[in-house]
């Protein structure tokens, strides 16, 4: 069952301009213990939203962005939505994030969906 839509990652060329350009120019605070220098900024936000920055990310298709869609159990979803024929692009894997897996919709766009880590 999907939980929240409260994932937005920025993929950008150069982090350390953008992450400055979020921080300095838009006022936003960088979460350190959710950053992994040289690879992923992400900022603090009330209400339990994620806005984050990504380096180099490879979405397929090319996208700017990487919505993603929080759910309870990763491996029970990707189980339940293979059965109903959605496009999975990946096997459930983990990352610094959370456990997860991207899936394509039928009107092409990538999301993500994902489980914070140790199911929280």
């Known amino acids: 069952m999907i939980k929240q ?6 993929v950008v060329k150069d982090l350390a301009a953008a992450t400055a350009y979020y921080r300095d120019t838009l006022g936003l605070a960088v979460d ?9 900024t992400q900022f603090k936000l009330e209400g339990g939203a994620i806005l984050s920055l990504q380096a180099n990310t490879e979405i397929p298709g090319g996208a700017a962005y990487e919505p993603a869609l929080r759910v309870d159990n990763i491996d029970a ?17 983990d990352k610094p994030f959370g456990r997860t897996f991207l899936f394509r919709t039928p009107d092409g766009q990538v999301l993500r969906a994902y489980q914070y880590p140790n199911g929280h």
């Open 32 to 40: 350190e213990a959710e950053s992994i220098p040289g690879l992923y």
């Open 77 to 93: 979803t990707y189980a339940d939505w293979q059965a109903k024929g959605v496009d999975l692009l990946e096997e459930p894997n």
């Open 5 to 10: 839509a409260n994932y937005l990652g920025i």
